[in-house]
């Protein structure tokens, strides 16, 4: 039966939030121009029901996925009966309107954390909060006004959907199962990912609100304070939620690294460092008025820059150019309003408002903090500017395509070195210059002092590096530059650390954060300039003699149970493996499928090192019976061994999904993945039949190695048949010696209703297949057919990533570093804030 | 001159260097014979072109050929003017390659044969609902 209730009840909340969220805004905006407290208290009311109902169409939701109400179009299309409840939630936000809704989710809570934390800025601030809030709901809204479709609704049926001839048939029919969750998803990240990253996305409109409320009610300078933490807090989560992602992409997809320079990644990448930018100015403007212009400006910006990553990838116009922008759901046109509304609305404020602002004409000395957060800002905003230039590129071809000019650029076709040309020398900039500025952060100097102060931090560094260009044997002078303002950065920043720590650890925040920033700066160069190929494949058949060496093969064919060399290593390729909750990873082809897609069932006896594992007939249990393992052994020769489990994953709707394996030690990853293997889904091909005459006893070949007929003996049961009395059947047991271990096969020949029947074994390591093609009496021999096939393969790339954990840790101190100076600046509000100095 | 000045006037010449370099490095969508012309020009650059697999009458994707050690292979792909090419690629054959609807292969020409670094496979059913089955 199809739940009409639940989703027409999803409907009324989302109308409900819609109105609710207008009433206040008005109510709030009201309040700030009448300075009335009814009105205040009229908003506050407003938005608590519009915060209820947005959890309801939340709740709602989640329970069409949760309760498998395949009939709704959102259930169908990204849940599946099997899933379970964590991947269910990651459901929630596969798609756009989902993850919509998550956005507002974080938008609200925000919301009544600004309500209780402010009174003097409650009703300015939260009349753009909602505002916001507003436009957002309006594109899950999915009513269609005179053919103009506003939002799309997440509660839509299936039928409304999919045309489908079955509808036509039974419009009450409903699918038996969904299309399941998009395997790439199925990923623990995946369910933290999300959510972190549009906290962030949420947050960065905290200072925006602040901001704008300045600009509105004349507050020009009295804003920074009460946004300055709020933006920290943006920046730690927004980074925090770009670097999960990056680790999810490193784990997950294939290509390699962390991150790819893919538009959908720069996006939001590029409103993380205008960001960046904004707090440093924010810091500074206490003793410069300019700074406070362009700290006004680049808050505003930032959120712009949010909306148009926004726009950017969910209104398809990225198109080919990304691998993981969203369906277009046609709401671009909604999208680009909203984009083209803030940013006049902002441009008009500032317009307006802009002669009253405090400025000052006065030179910046070059030895004021101010001049060097100046500095800092410049190139971060140039590292931004350089990366959306590019990224815009489908969007110019569009806009060119409306005034009728086919426009055929596409982006650079390496993006890694054409990204890297440039960023890496801004890197340099940041890292001297968050060295240098440290300096006179704490300390008005003149260049005298200066000189003294830097000495000792220059020369550690340049020790330090040059003992690492040694060492680590860099070469390469872009490279070397970098390295060694990184090592500048994070000794000065160190320096100044045991300095605070005496004095007052609540100040560290800045300097921890720099050094993470240049460790993370080490862990990029070292684990993406000096990343190696370790499966680079020269001796392969070239195509032509046309192009020689220029063309690398990257990767490597490794043949079941044939070692092959690779670099230090000996590598094995053991077969493909289920991975079982309770036993591991499990041969795939001593399993086989039962009614339950998430129960398997042993065929066989299955042993390990340690001795048997499970009983034939056992049943074991496996999290997703899509994805499948491939063991692949490392030796390095001194004892020094480990096993890689890259993996498979067969999905009806997304193909064939290839993971990584990676192996963790403190200097490097080793990173595998496969690049292909056999079709599974193509019959085996097994060649000619060879025959032995051979008694108990005997030695033959099977496939080239060595088999002795153990054995043959009578059995009671055969699996499928039922065997009458007068019946007969055997089984002969051989032994084959295989390279790293001894395996039986048991072929067995029966005779019922006197017809002989065979049923062949296989030993799919060996490739070969065994049946019993007759028996002679007389003589006690047996006479085995053996075929043999090509033996199991896969073909794959191992990289090895230096350093790579100086990166992960160094984002760590860099989040940790922001968590202090949060602290820090929130408590500053809080006092003035409790003093009435609000204003 | 003013110091902010000076930083004005570099940050702004930064700027139009970083547009004139994306500009000179952007690739470009063209057609096989565009590609052609370019490589005997001397043009070295690497270029995106569009099209699709080579299909005969019943719609089987031909002239897939893999190098006897599965590492490479060739293909024939039709433009978008249904130039028909031979391209290379320095890896084996992507999964689901002949189910795809468009191909874009990123690369240049040498001599003969476009040598593809990358290829971007548009598959019909990737992210879209199909039928539902039953």
């Known amino acids: ?839 | 001159m003013k110091k902010s000045h000076i930083i004005g006037i570099v940050v702004i010449a930064m700027a139009i260097g970083i547009i004139l370099t994306t500009a000179g490095d952007a690739s470009s969508y063209v057609t096989f014979e565009e590609a052609k012309r370019r490589e005997s020009d001397g043009d070295r650059s690497k270029i995106h072109v569009v099209g699709k697999l080579k299909k005969n009458e019943t719609d089987q994707v031909m002239g897939i050929v893999p190098m006897d050690d599965q590492l490479s292979f060739t293909f024939v792909m039709l433009d978008e003017n249904e130039a028909e090419q031979k391209v290379f690629h320095p890896n084996p054959i992507p999964q689901d390659f002949d189910r795809s609807e468009q191909v874009v292969v990123v690369g240049s020409y040498r001599k003969d044969i476009f040598v593809a670094d990358k290829i971007l496979l548009k598959c019909p059913s990737k992210y879209q609902e199909e039928e539902i089955k039953i």
């Not at chain 1, 109510?27 to 205040?40: G, H, I, L, P």
């Open chain 1, 1 to 839: 039966m199809v739940h009409y209730l639940i989703g027409n009840l999803g409907h009324l909340m989302i109308i409900l939030s819609l109105v609710t969220a207008l009433v206040s805004c008005i109510a709030y905006f009201k309040a700030v121009q009448s300075n009335d407290r009814t009105w205040e208290r009229y908003a506050d009311w407003s938005y608590y029901g519009h915060v209820l109902s947005l959890i309801g169409v939340l709740t709602v939701l989640f329970l069409i996925i949760n309760k498998h109400y395949f009939e709704y179009h959102y259930a169908w299309n990204y849940s599946s009966k099997y899933l379970p409840i964590y991947y269910q939630i990651s459901s929630f936000w596969n798609g756009q309107e989902g993850s919509f809704l998550l956005w507002m989710f974080w938008n609200a809570m925000l919301g009544l954390v600004l309500i209780k934390t402010n009174k003097f800025w409650k009703p300015s601030v939260m009349a753009v909060m909602t505002f916001t809030q507003f436009c957002l709901t309006t594109l899950i809204l999915g009513v269609v006004i005179f053919e103009l479709k506003i939002g799309s609704s997440p509660f839509l049926l299936l039928r409304d959907v999919v045309q489908d001839a079955i509808f036509v048939v039974n419009p009450e029919f409903i699918p038996e199962d969904g299309n399941g969750l998009n395997p790439l998803l199925q990923n623990y990240w995946m369910v933290i990912h999300p959510p972190t990253l549009f906290l962030g996305f949420a947050s960065t409109v905290v200072p925006f609100a602040y901001a704008i409320a300045g600009l509105w009610i004349g507050k020009y300078k009295e804003w920074i304070r009460p946004a300055l933490p709020w933006a920290q807090f943006a920046a730690m989560i927004l980074g925090i939620g770009i670097l999960m992602g990056a680790y999810w992409a490193y784990e997950t997809l294939n290509f390699g690294g962390y991150w790819n320079w893919d538009p959908v990644e720069n996006a939001i990448y590029i409103p993380w460092l205008t960001l960046i930018a904004a707090i440093h100015t924010m810091i500074a403007y206490k003793k410069n008025e300019n700074a406070l212009k362009a700290a006004l400006i680049l808050v505003l910006v930032t959120y712009l820059l949010i909306l148009y990553s926004t726009f950017l990838t969910r209104s398809g116009v990225l198109g080919e150019t990304s691998v993981h922008s969203f369906t277009d759901l046609g709401l671009s046109g909604q999208l680009l309003l909203f984009l083209v509304l803030f940013l006049v609305g902002c441009v008009l404020l500032l317009v307006r408002v802009w002669k009253k602002i405090p400025s000052t004409d006065k030179e910046m000395s070059a030895y004021s903090r101010e001049f060097w957060i100046f500095m800092g800002a410049t190139v971060l905003c140039l590292m931004a500017f350089q990366i959306i230039i590019p990224t815009s590129i489908p969007v110019y071809n569009e806009v060119l395509g409306l005034f009728g000019i086919a426009s055929n650029l596409a982006p650079p076709a390496d993006p890694i070195q054409f990204y890297s040309k440039f960023q890496l020398w801004f890197a340099v900039g940041i890292a001297l210059l968050s060295g240098t500025g440290q300096f006179f952060w704490w300390k008005r100097m003149n260049f005298q002092d200066f000189k003294i102060e830097i000495q000792k931090p220059l020369m550690i560094s340049l020790l330090i590096s040059a003992l690492i260009f040694v060492l680590a044997e860099v070469r390469e002078v872009p490279y070397m530059i970098l390295l060694t303002a990184s090592i500048y950065s994070i000794t000065a920043n160190f320096a100044i650390l045991l300095r605070l720590k005496r004095t007052n650890a609540k100040l560290s925040g800045g300097s921890i954060a720099h050094i993470g920033v240049g460790l993370m700066l080490i862990g990029i160069l070292f684990s993406s300039g000096y990343s190696k190929i370790l499966s680079k494949n020269n001796t392969g058949l070239l195509y032509s003699n046309e192009f020689p060496d220029e063309i690398n093969m990257n990767n490597l064919l490794l043949f079941l149970n044939e070692p092959r060399e690779m670099g230090d290593y000996s590598l094995v390729y053991k077969g493909m493996r289920k991975k079982t909750t309770d036993l591991g990873y499990i041969d795939a082809n001593l399993l086989t499928e039962t009614d339950n897609p998430l129960i398997l069932e042993a065929t066989d006896d299955i042993y390990v090192a340690s001795g048997l594992r499970a009983s034939k007939g056992d049943q074991v249990r496996i999290t997703n019976n899509e994805n499948s393992y491939f063991e692949v052994l490392y030796d390095k020769g001194n004892g020094d061994h480990f096993a890689l489990y890259p993996r498979v994953q067969l999905n009806d709707q997304m193909g064939t999904v290839y993971s990584p394996d990676i192996s963790r030690t403190l200097t490097a990853d080793m990173y595998t993945h496969v690049r292909t293997f056999p079709d599974p889904a193509q019959e085996t091909d097994w060649g000619e039949v060879q025959e032995y005459q051979v008694v108990v006893g005997d030695d033959f070949f099977i496939n080239d190695y060595v088999a002795t007929f153990k054995k043959m003996e009578r059995v009671e049961q055969v699996e499928g048949v039922t065997l009458m009395k007068n019946d007969i059947a055997v089984k002969a047991v051989i032994e084959i010696q295989g390279e790293f271990q001894n395996y039986l096969a048991a072929p067995i020949y029966l005779i019922k209703d006197q017809m002989a029947g065979k049923i062949p074994a296989t030993v799919y390591d060996l490739a070969a297949r065994i049946t019993v093609e007759s028996i002679d009496p007389e003589t006690d021999s047996f006479t085995f057919g053996v075929q043999r096939t090509q033996k199991d393969w896969i073909i794959m790339e191992a990289v090895e990533k230096p350093f790579i954990n100086l990166l992960w840790i160094g984002a760590l101190l860099l989040c940790f570093g922001f968590f202090i100076a949060i602290l820090r600046r929130y408590e500053e509000f809080m006092i003035f804030r409790n003093k009435g100095l609000e204003s």
